[in-house]
């Protein structure tokens, strides 16, 4: 198989232990990125994905934010939304007046707005984690404001103890199973998105919209839960040395750990051989 396109998470993937790019990583992306784009694909914000693109020089190329949730595709240098499918207001308010006797942190993200109550320990670690700074605000009134602008939160993250987050986590699985995507990426981490996304149903948009390409022509990378239908659908799903083992058992190959470059290790092996 020809493989034409390559799409990779990022997080526990792509990054190594300081959550950067190496430098093997730069060197043959940028060495294939005129054949074969490179689509980063995660549950991050906008912001917190393209300056990582800036490393690698691939900034013409689309990204997919939200875990599928936004798509965004650069035209002649200006930002261009091709998908954007948000939670309701109404939704995010309920999970909101749920948490509200609780400890559990609440992050509100649209684009690349991401709301915090305060600057806590969670603000900080994510802040730390993504390089992106979160605008503190009160956020029944950024609900509200959201409200009257007509949209609502590409993404809702709760963090906290586990014990609260599992509570939650049964909340929302009992009351809104056919609204919500509920990912526990941690014990302290739940991700909130839309039931209509997926890693994989943006991937198939983004390649039906701007590309002619099918999904059996694109390698995949992941290591999470998130990434198990992205990895079953595309021509060759490779899951790094580091992810679930329920990742591992779906993929077609697994490669080294994110530690050890797995991700470049992999490209290398297919594209110079092929060159």
Not at 28 to 53: C, D, F, Y
Not at 127 to 154: F, R, Y
Request: hydrophobic letters at 40%; aromatic letters at 6%.
């Amino acid at each position: 198989m020809s493989y034409k396109l390559v799409c990779s998470d990022i997080d526990g993937t792509l990054l190594n232990k300081d959550r950067e790019l190496s430098l093997g990583t730069i060197e043959i992306v940028k060495e294939i990125k005129g054949k074969h784009p490179v689509i980063l694909i995660s549950s991050r914000m906008p912001k917190a994905m393209t300056h990582l693109q800036y490393e690698m020089d691939i900034l013409h190329h689309p990204l997919i934010a939200y875990n599928g949730g936004q798509i965004l595709t650069n035209e002649n240098g200006n930002s261009k939304t091709l998908l954007s499918i948000e939670i309701s207001i109404e939704l995010t308010i309920q999970i909101l007046t749920f948490i509200s006797n609780s400890t559990i942190h609440m992050s509100l993200y649209n684009s690349d707005e991401w709301f915090v109550p305060g600057m806590d320990y969670w603000a900080k670690r994510e802040m730390n984690n993504t390089k992106v700074k979160p605008e503190v605000a009160k956020l029944e009134e950024v609900c509200m404001d959201w409200k009257n602008q007509n949209i609502g939160p590409h993404k809702i993250m709760c963090m906290g103890e586990k014990g609260e987050i599992q509570l939650l986590e049964n909340y929302l699985k009992i009351h809104f199973p056919n609204e919500l995507n509920i990912y526990r990426s941690k014990d302290t981490y739940l991700e909130i998105a839309s039931k209509k996304i997926s890693k994989l149903s943006a991937l198939s948009f983004l390649l039906e919209k701007k590309y002619a390409i099918s999904l059996q022509e694109v390698i995949a990378f992941g290591d999470n839960y998130n990434d198990i239908e992205m990895l079953e659908g595309v021509g060759l799903g490779v899951a790094v040395g580091n992810a679930k083992e329920e990742v591992k058992n779906v993929a077609d190959q697994v490669t080294l750990s994110n530690l050890e470059d797995g991700v470049a290790h992999t490209l290398k092996d297919i594209f110079r051989k092929n060159n």
